[in-house]
């Protein structure tokens, strides 16, 4: 079974920092490798969607960011393969959410998404 397994998160107060980690493990049922082609972070604070906040491909690198963490948060690749961090910084209350890590690939020639459980971050004023 494949899993992301997040760290990181945790209460901070505005203008702080926090740094959250990702990590894509195990196998598919089939037994054929899950091919990432991109991981990222989304976020659902309460009340609302889940919207997206930082995506990264795992070859290249590109990245795409949310307007409202630009220049705040970044998205990058960890020294291990397929592994995903994003360092959260000058945060604000406005932060507050839930952050589920996901990954996009392939297993074979079908398209597949993994979520992670969820790790909360709290930010207060």
């Known amino acids: 079974q494949v899993q992301l397994v997040e760290s990181g998160g945790g209460s901070v107060q505005a203008g702080g920092s926090l740094r959250l980690s990702c990590a894509a493990t195990?196998?598919?049922?089939?037994?054929?490798?899950?091919?990432?082609?991109?991981m990222g972070w989304y976020r659902q604070a309460p009340g609302k969607e889940r919207e997206m906040v930082a995506l990264?491909?795992?070859?290249?690198?590109?990245?795409n960011i949310a307007d409202s963490v630009k220049g705040r948060f970044t998205i990058s690749r960890g020294n291990a393969e397929n592994t995903v961090s994003l360092q959260m910084n000058s945060l604000e209350p406005e932060d507050t959410a839930v952050y589920y890590c996901?990954?996009?690939?392939?297993?074979?020639?079908?398209?597949?998404?993994?979520w992670g459980q969820g790790t909360q971050v709290t930010v207060s004023s």
């Open positions: 996901n990954a996009e690939g392939y297993i074979g020639t079908k398209r597949a998404g993994y």
């Open positions: 195990g196998t598919t049922s089939s037994g054929s490798p899950f091919s990432i082609y991109g």
């Open positions: 990264i491909a795992t070859r290249g690198g590109s990245t």
